[in-house]
T-cell receptor
């Protein structure tokens, strides 16, 4: 099925370990986003890429880096994981920003940092 | 900071009843969107209403937007058990990204 694919679905890390969350979309969308979802906090934007070759910080970028590898793929990297980064991470894509189109979300990566 | 704030936070209704939830926001917007999230899943886009629109319908969904009060409402008519989910409003303030509210949990009792 067409859509946004996130890997892995679950991950447990020890404090200080690093990992990369992968996201790929096959809808030829220009814009891609990474959000984290915490209980009672809703979704908060970490980083986004309005188009291939550009990335920008969102509301909570500290402790994360991103790479827009090509038009399809947008990865999120945790260089030194901390317990505060325990969360559910969602990748989303949109045809062209937010003006006229909704986002398509992946099914999420549930990350626990111990 | 969160742009959208939904009210009420949790709603429990009987199947067949209507469910209404509200969203308020602080800054001017280009559009406002509503999303649904089933337990353990990603968000699904439901409907988008532009700042120059006042009301929009999609199936059993009705969305209103009052830019003077900076608020929106989502009405789900004739609710079904499958409508049990969390509902989020999200606002586009023209910066090419959406700001999501904290979500509204709806439980439809069969």
């Amino acid at each position: 099925n067409a859509g946004v694919t996130q890997t892995p679905k679950f991950q447990v890390l020890k404090t200080g370990q690093s990992m990369t969350l992968q996201c790929a979309q096959d809808m030829n969308h220009n814009s891609m986003y990474w959000y984290r979802q915490d209980p009672g906090m809703g979704l908060r934007l970490i980083y986004y890429s309005a188009s291939e070759g550009t990335t920008d910080k969102g509301e909570v970028p500290n402790g994360y880096n991103v790479s827009r590898l090509n038009k399809r793929e947008f990865s999120l990297r945790l260089e030194s994981a901390a317990p505060s980064q325990t969360s559910v991470y969602f990748c989303a894509s949109s045809r062209a920003g937010t003006a006229n189109y909704g986002y398509t979300f992946g099914s999420g990566t549930r990350l626990t940092v111990v | 900071s969160q742009q959208g704030e939904e009210d009420p936070q949790a709603l429990s209704i009987q199947e067949g009843e209507n469910a209404t939830m509200n969203c308020s926001y602080k800054t001017s917007i280009n559009n406002l969107q509503w999303y649904r999230q089933n337990s353990g899943r990603g968000l699904v886009h439901l409907i988008l209403i532009r700042s120059n629109e006042r009301e929009k319908h999609s199936g059993r969904l009705r969305v209103t937007l009052d830019t003077s009060k900076k608020s929106s409402s989502l009405l789900i008519t004739a609710s079904r058990a499958a409508d049990t989910a969390s509902y989020f409003c999200a606002t586009d303030d023209g910066n090419n990204r959406l700001a999501f509210g904290k979500g509204n949990q709806v439980v439809v009792i069969p």
